[in-house]
Structures are given as C-alpha cells and as structure tokens.
C-alpha cells in the first residue's frame, strides 16, 4: 500500500513537471512495465512460498505485498526485478516444482543450497539465462540433471553437490565455457565424464564421490586453470593421461579410490604447484617415476593400495615441503633411500606391506618433526640405527608427558 501511494506521488510531480505529453507517455509505460513485472515477480515467489511448509513459509513471513525488492533473500537490479535469490541455510522444506523460473529471468545467482528440498530439478531451470551462480547443494533432490542448463551460458559457478542427482551427467555441462568451478560431488550419477574440453577457465571440478565410470580423457589437457581436481571415489578406469602434465595450476589432484591402471605419467613432474597428489586405492603398476622429485611444492603424497613397483626414487629427497609420505600396499622393493633424511618437514611415513630391503638409512633420525613410522611387513633387515633410538625415545617422553599412547615403532619384526 505505501508502494502504491508513492507511486501517486511521483505520479504527480511528473505531471507537474513534465510538459511534454510524449515524453510522460513513454515515462509512465517505463513504469507500468516496472510495475507489472515486480507484481508477476512477486506472484511468482508467494505461489513457491505456497508449496512449502508451514515452518518455511513463516520463515518468508517478510514476502508480503507487490514489491519483492526488500523481501528475505532478495536483492533487486536497477530495473526493480528481481537479481539475487539468496536463500541458503533457511530450513526451507518443499521442492522447486511450484518455482516459476520462466517469471524470474532476471535472476543472476540463485544460491538455495543447505536446505531440505527434495524432488527434481524442474527443466524450466534453462529460462534463467542471466544466471551466473546456482548453488542448490546439500539438499536432498533427487532425478536426473535436466539437459536445458546447458542454456545457462552465463555461468560461473554451478554447485549441485551433496544431493541424490541420478542418471548420468549431460553432456550440455560441456557448453557452460564459462564456468569457473563446478562442483557434483557426493551424488548418485552414473555414465562417463561429460566432454570437458571447452570448460578452459575452470579452476575447480569436483566429482567426488559418485558412480562415474569410463576413462579420463586426454581433453583434460585443456583445463589449464585447474587449481583443485577431485575425481575421487568413483569408477573410472583407464590409465592417467599424460596431458595431465599440462595443468601446470594444480594444487590440489585426487584421483584415489577408482580403478585407474598403467604407469603414473611421468609428466605428473610438471605440477610444479601440486601439493596435494592423492592416487591411492586405485590399481595404478609400473615404478614410481623419478619425475615425482620435481613437485617442490607437495606436502602430502599417497599412493598406498596400489600395485606399485620397482624402487623409490632417490628424487624424493627433493620434495622439501614434504608433511606425509603414504605408500603401504604395494610392491615397493630395493632400499629406502637415505635421500628421505632431508626432507625435515616430514611428519608422518607409511611404507608398510611393500618388499623393501636393506638397512633403515640413518638419516632417518635427522626428521625431528616425524611422529608417524611404519615400515612392518618389508623385508628389512639389520639393527636400529641408534639415531632413531633417540628419536624413539624422545617420542615416548613426549607421549608419556602429553599421555598419549606410545605406538611406534612399528619396525619390522627384524
Ligand atoms: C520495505 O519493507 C518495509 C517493512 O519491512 C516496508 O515498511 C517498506 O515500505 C518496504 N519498502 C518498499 C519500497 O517496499
Ligand atoms: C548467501 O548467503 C549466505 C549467508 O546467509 C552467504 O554465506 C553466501 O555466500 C550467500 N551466497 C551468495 C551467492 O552470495
Ligand atoms: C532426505 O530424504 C530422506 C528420505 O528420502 C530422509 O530420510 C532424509 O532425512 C532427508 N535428508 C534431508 C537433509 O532432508
Ligand atoms: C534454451 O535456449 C533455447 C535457445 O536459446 C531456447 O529456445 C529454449 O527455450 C531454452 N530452453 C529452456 C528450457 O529455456
Ligand atoms: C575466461 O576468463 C577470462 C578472464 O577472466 C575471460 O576474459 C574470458 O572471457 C573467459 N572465457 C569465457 C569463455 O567465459
Ligand atoms: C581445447 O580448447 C581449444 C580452445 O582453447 C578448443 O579449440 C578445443 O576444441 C578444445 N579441445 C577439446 C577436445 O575440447
Ligand atoms: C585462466 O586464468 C587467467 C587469469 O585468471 C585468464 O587470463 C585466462 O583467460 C583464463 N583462461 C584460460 C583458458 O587460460
Ligand atoms: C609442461 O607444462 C608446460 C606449460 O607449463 C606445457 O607447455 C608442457 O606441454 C607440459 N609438459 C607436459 C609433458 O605435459
Ligand atoms: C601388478 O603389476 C605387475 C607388473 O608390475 C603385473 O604383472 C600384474 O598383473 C599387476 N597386477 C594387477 C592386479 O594389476
Ligand atoms: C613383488 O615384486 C617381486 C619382484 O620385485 C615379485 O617377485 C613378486 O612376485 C611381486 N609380488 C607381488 C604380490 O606382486
Ligand atoms: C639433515 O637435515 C638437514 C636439514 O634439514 C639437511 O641439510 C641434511 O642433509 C640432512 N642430513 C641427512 C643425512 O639427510
């Protein structure tokens, strides 16, 4: 009501002040249009309101009247439609179905996500073609990706993660060049990688913790702006291709639990960035490339649960920010390099269940900050050098003054 009566006002002044008729006549449709927009806008959002829960739509007690400018969640453009939808984490209980997409394309991020929806996706998602932000993860919805959102060229950032998506992937993700990250982790969704090739700018793709099968495809090569790859918990076969080596932004690679085989690359080297490289629990074969000595920034390595073997490179000694060095369940054989004495950051080494030999190289009692030791079925053989008794024993004085239980070493039986 107080909307309707300014605009009386401003009515009037016009009159006032506007001599020329054709002038207020366009100035007066501008306002109608305005006006009959926000009114559809706001029909649209009360009749989604409608279909929620009682507790939900006491949440958007503030979505009153003709204006949705200033109601919960909502941010209007200069034209009074409405731009931002911003709803997440509002306990909202329903489903999108009652949600008329086609009356808000105007909408440049909707971001629903941390809810309990549930349903579908409804296809009528593909209208809002200004969309740049769609965040509808942690939800429970349910159903298949619908194909129109590849009509949402505009996008930058598509999350529909932790959700019970099915059915595979569609292939028009592949059409979305503008994405930046793109997150459909811990859903059901089956089928291959969807064509990644053209997606240049992304710097996040998640997939994390589906049923995804098929092989990684060389067009990976493509996505040169990759920081953080997660691929992880999936079925993906196939070897690791060598145009991995290209992404030369990667931080963060995890491709553990899948069924990946062959040799690790060796242009792997290349990521120079990298300073998480997860392959663990895959089938991966072949020796550790000596490559893996140039990923000056990696702090963590786990290759454990794989059929690694040959030696492990003396080049690890060059992996200087190295925190954790995780290798158990392979067939690592020949001695343990006496090259891991200098790499003082590590905290943790697995290298149980593999087919070392030799003696443990002294040096080993230069890693003051290492808590963590494993080395039990190998086949090593000699006595314990007496630097890691120091160190033993330090570390039992540790836990015996911070009451932790002392667990280590858990030397080989030699
Ligand atoms: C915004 O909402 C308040 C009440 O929450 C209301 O008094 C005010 O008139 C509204 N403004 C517009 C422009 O709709
Ligand atoms: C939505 O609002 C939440 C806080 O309520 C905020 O953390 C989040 O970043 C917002 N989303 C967008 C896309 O701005
Ligand atoms: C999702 O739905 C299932 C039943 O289908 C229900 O048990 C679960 O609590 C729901 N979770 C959320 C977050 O709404
Ligand atoms: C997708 O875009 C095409 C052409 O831009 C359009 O004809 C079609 O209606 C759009 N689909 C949806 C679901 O909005
Ligand atoms: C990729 O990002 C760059 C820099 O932000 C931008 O200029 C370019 O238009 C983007 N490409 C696409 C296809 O959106
Ligand atoms: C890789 O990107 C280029 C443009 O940067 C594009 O022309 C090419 O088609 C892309 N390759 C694939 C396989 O998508
Ligand atoms: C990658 O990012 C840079 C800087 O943000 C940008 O200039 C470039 O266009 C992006 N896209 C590609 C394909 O490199
Ligand atoms: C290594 O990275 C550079 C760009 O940083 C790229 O041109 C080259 O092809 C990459 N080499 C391999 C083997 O992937
Ligand atoms: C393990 O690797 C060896 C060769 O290194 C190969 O002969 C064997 O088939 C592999 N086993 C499995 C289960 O992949
Ligand atoms: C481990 O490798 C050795 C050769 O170094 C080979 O004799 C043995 O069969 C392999 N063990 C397994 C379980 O693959
Ligand atoms: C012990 O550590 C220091 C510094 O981290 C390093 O310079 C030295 O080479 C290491 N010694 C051995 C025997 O690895």
Known sequence: ?????????????????LSSSHVFASVSAAFRHKSSTARLEADALLKWRASLDKQSQVFLSSWDGNSPCNWTGIVCDKSASVARLNLSSSGLKGTLHGFSFSSLTKLTTLDLSYNYLKGTIPLGVGSLSRLTYLDLSSNNISGEIPTPIGNLTGLLFLYLCINK?????????????????????????????????????LTYLNLFSNKISGSIPKEIGNLTNLSDLRLSDNEISGSIPKEIGKLSSLEELYLYKNSLVSEIPGSIGNLTNLQFLYLHTNKLSGSITQQIGMLKSLNELDLSENNLSGSLPSSVGNLASLSYLTLFDNNISGSIPKEIGKLGSLEGIDLST?????????????????????????????????????????????????????????????
């Open 165 to 201: 998506l099915s059915g595979s992937i569609p292939r028009q993700i592949g059409m979305l060049q503008s994405l930046n990250e793109l997150d459909l982790s811990e859903n059901d969704l089956v089928g291959s990688l969807p064509p990644i090739g053209n997606l240049a700018n």
């Open 354 to 414: 593999n087919s070392f030999s030799g003696e443990i190289p002294t040096s080993i009692g230069n890693l003051t900050k290492l808590s963590y030791l494993s080395l039990v079925n190998n086949e090593i053989s000699g006595p314990i050098p007496k630097e890691i008794g120091m160190w033993v024993h330090l570390m039992s004085l540790i836990c015996t003054i911070t009451g932790l239980p002392v667990k280590f070493p858990l030397l080989s039986e030699t």
């Open 1 to 17: 009501m107080v909307t309707s009566s300014s605009f009386r006002v401003s009515f009037t002044l016009l009159l006032l002040l």
